[in-house]
């Protein structure tokens, strides 16, 4: 699979806290690319993925993993971020759910896969640290009284509960 990995002139160090530089940006895109291929194969017609530094949509041949991020290291870091965005060219720009009752899938299909490649990317602690934050978050929604089921239509239910629920199954 080709990558182009694109540049922003208006993204720069100097203007962002949370930058992440260009050699960590260009690796770790690269290494969750190629550790998605390795286990998945080539996305379905899709020959050449452009990736813009900036956004967060996904299409067909295109990834928007953004270059500024405030997280943590001791956690997934960027490298979550990469890899569940890059997943998308696999689950959510092709996998298209019958309706919006199983938008769940392809929304935990690529947080799981960015959770597989922090364990194998980051050894230590961070894919158990991203682990207990989604639980977490899902004990604090069920503290409220606020928990949904993940087959809810996809508008009702927040992105990161039908993301962080749906990877814990």
């Excluded at 990558?3 to 208006?10: A, D, N, Q, R």
């Excluded at 379905?44 to 996904?58: K, M, R, T």
């Excluded at 392809?106 to 991203?130: I, K, N, T, W």
């Amino acid at each position: 699979l080709s990558l182009t990995i694109l540049k922003s002139p208006h993204i720069t160090k100097k203007d962002y806290d949370c930058f992440v530089p260009d050699d960590i940006y260009r690796n770790t895109i690269q290494e969750a690319f190629n550790f998605l291929g390795a286990r998945l194969g080539n996305p379905p017609n899709i020959f050449d993925v452009s990736v813009l530094p900036e956004g967060g949509q996904a299409l067909p041949g295109t990834a928007e993993i953004t270059q500024v991020h405030c997280i943590s290291d001791a956690t997934g870091g960027f490298h979550l971020v990469a890899a569940s965005q890059a997943a998308r060219q696999w689950f959510g720009a092709q996998m298209r759910p019958a309706s919006e009752r199983e938008m769940w899938l392809a929304d935990a299909l690529s947080e799981y896969l960015g959770l597989m490649f922090v364990q194998e990317a980051l050894p230590g602690g961070a894919f158990y640290s991203e682990l207990v934050q989604r639980r977490n978050l899902m004990d604090s929604v069920l503290g409220r009284n606020m928990d949904m089921p993940l087959a809810l239509a996809s508008s009702r239910i927040p992105y990161s509960l039908r993301a962080y629920k749906g990877a814990w199954v």
